[in-house]
């Protein structure tokens, strides 16, 4: 069984720094893209960054220069660096382990951003 666990939401203020952690069980994680989505109220979830397993990486406009997204395939973990936070970017962060058949969400974690 694959569990994804985030960790390193919480509460910020507008320009601040956040690091959010995802730990992954099992042994399929150096295979895997990895991925942070948000979903803030109100609004569909959306792809914030991913990695690919060999380290190619992709963000959604809104993030980029800021947000920057790692992965540690010795500790089977994907990071997501959070600078210059905006009080838009608060949401339910949430990692995602895909597979070409399959994928796993993590429980999410909050992040907010006060203005």
């Known amino acids: 069984q694959v569990q994804l666990v985030e960790s390193g939401g919480g509460l910020v203020q507008a320009g601040g720094s956040l690091r959010l952690s995802c730990a992954v069980s099992g042994s399929i994680f150096s295979l895997a893209v990895m991925g942070w989505y948000r979903q803030a109220p109100g609004k569909q979830r959306e792809l914030v960054a991913e990695?690919?397993?060999?380290?190619?990486?992709n963000y959604v406009d809104s993030v980029k220069g800021r947000f920057t997204i790692s992965r540690d395939n010795a500790k089977n973990t994907v990071y997501l660096q959070m600078n210059s936070l905006k009080p838009e970017d608060t949401a339910v962060y949430y990692c995602?382990?895909?597979?070409?058949?399959?994928?796993?969400w993590g429980q999410g974690t909050q992040v907010t951003v006060s203005s």
């Open positions: 995602r382990l895909t597979r070409p058949t399959f994928y796993y």
């Open positions: 990695i690919s397993n060999y380290g190619r990486t």
